[in-house]
Nanobody, 115 residues
Framework: QVQLVESGGGLVQSGGSLRLSCAASGFTFSVYAMRWFRQAPGKERELVAAISSTGVNTNYADSVKGRFTISRDNRKSTVYLQMNSLKSEDTAVYYC????????WGQGTQVTVSS
C-alpha cells in the first residue's frame, strides 16, 4: 500500500533552517509529481511546493518563494523540502503528497518557528 513518511521537523528560531524528507513506498515514485502541503492550527491545508516527476519543474506558493526549495531523489523514492529564513508564520504540520487520483497522506512532521 502507499506509504508516505515525513521527517525532519522540529523547533527552530526565526531565520533558521530545516530540511524535511518524505520517504515514499508502495507506488512507482518516479512517475508522479510530488507536493508538500502544510496545515497551521485553525487553518486549511495549503500547497507549499510541487515538483514534477523528473524534478525539472518546480512551483512554490508566493509565501515561500525564494526561501524554500523542493527536490527529489527518484533512486531513493524520497522528496525533500529545504526551508531557509524560516518565519513564525511557517509554523505548521508539513505533509508530502503524490499527485495521484487518490490523496494519500502521511502522519506529517511538525515545524515550529519561534520568534
Amino acid at each position: 500500500q502507499v506509504q508516505l513518511v515525513e521527517s525532519g521537523g522540529g523547533l527552530v528560531q526565526s531565520g533558521g533552517s530545516l530540511r524535511l524528507s518524505c520517504a515514499a513506498s508502495g507506488f512507482t515514485f518516479s512517475v508522479y509529481a510530488m507536493r508538500w502541503f502544510r496545515q497551521a492550527p485553525g487553518k486549511e491545508r495549503e500547497l507549499v511546493a510541487a515538483i514534477s516527476s523528473t524534478g525539472v519543474n518546480t512551483n512554490y506558493a508566493d509565501s515561500v518563494k525564494g526561501r524554500f526549495t523542493i527536490s527529489r531523489d527518484n533512486r531513493k523514492s524520497t522528496v525533500y523540502l529545504q526551508m531557509n529564513s524560516l518565519k513564525s508564520e511557517d509554523t505548521a504540520v508539513y505533509y508530502c503528497n503524490a499527485a495521484m487520483e487518490i490523496n494519500y497522506w502521511g502522519q506529517g512532521t511538525q515545524v515550529t518557528v519561534s520568534s
